[in-house]
């Protein structure tokens, strides 16, 4: 019998644990008309700020706005540009192929660039009908504008996903008698993610947590609230462990136990499962002073373990064989946002 001593579980096999008993929506809806409402709004948004920062004289404002409104039409076509990599991204999203990445950042660059070289083209044309120090403050209005615009944007563009392990959020507790081996240790991961994707034939889910991470799921055939998965869906994904600990000699129990409780199908996801093992092992050294054990087990493993301070080791010696009963309990449960 292998050694079993508390786990700690990989964030995919928490999340697998958890599809194993379970809306997309992509980052906007109509994509194209809700930018465009947005580009509408921050027009007539923009010229109102300008007029209010500037302060024209009737003759500043008769010579300016004309050619504003060209300089506008100009930056909405360089806007046009950014509004086609949008869409195509929210067409893409979660995946991004690399080739498709690549392409993206050259047309990306270009709009940069476009923008740039309208922007001064303007500015020299503003500076021909506008004092220098009304100009330049006209510059940095645009510039405030600019920067403003660029972060609401971004805010509502989740960035690329790349492929990794997404984190999990790690609670631990301990409770024990004093001067007694053992305890009870309790351990509970949680995680949050979106999945992005769902292939059916191979019962593979694709999650995507909030900050990019993209990691692709293998759901065994014990899952069978499988079916109640939807691209879309927002998970919050709990599991708690505890593992009960005791110690005694070595004809004290034999065997084993299992328990397997999974949710009813087209239940709330969830589960529960209580396993009970014992490991006989042989102290092979004592280190009063560092305070650890070692033990050989049954099936040939060596491990060296700390022994808390309120243990005596004056009550084991080389040659002791010993027994660990674990009883192991793992609750899952899954929510839904």
Known sequence: ??????????????????????SPSTFAQSDDEILEATRS??????????TDAM??????????????????????KVGDGIKHLVLEYAGLYPNVPDARAKTMLKELAAVEKKHAATRATYLKKFGKILPAAKTLRFAQVESRLDLAARLE???????????????????????????TVGGVFVQTLEITAKVAAIDIANRKVTLVSDDGIKQVVKVGPEAVNFDQIRVGDQLNVELTEQLVVQMGEKDDVSGG????????????????????VQVIGTVTAIDAAKRTATLKFEDGTTKTLPVRGDVDLGKRKVGDTVMFRVTQMIALKVEKQ
């Open 41 to 50: 709004l921050m027009r007539a948004d923009r010229q109102a700020v300008v």
């Open 153 to 179: 944007l971004a805010a509502s563009i989740p960035l690329v996903p790349i492929t990794g392990e997404i984190a999990a959020r790690l609670s631990t507790g301990a409770a024990f008698v004093e001067g």
């Open 257 to 276: 136990a299992a328990l397997v409780a999974l949710a009813p199908k087209g239940a709330k996801p969830g589960g529960l499962v209580a396993e009970a």
């Open 55 to 76: 302060q024209f004289t009737p003759g500043e404002a008769a010579a300016f706005w004309p050619v504003y409104h060209q300089y506008r039409a100009e930056m909405d």
């Open 1 to 22: 019998m292998k050694t079993r001593l508390l786990p700690t579980f990989s964030c995919g096999l928490l999340i697998a644990a958890a599809l194993a008993t379970l």
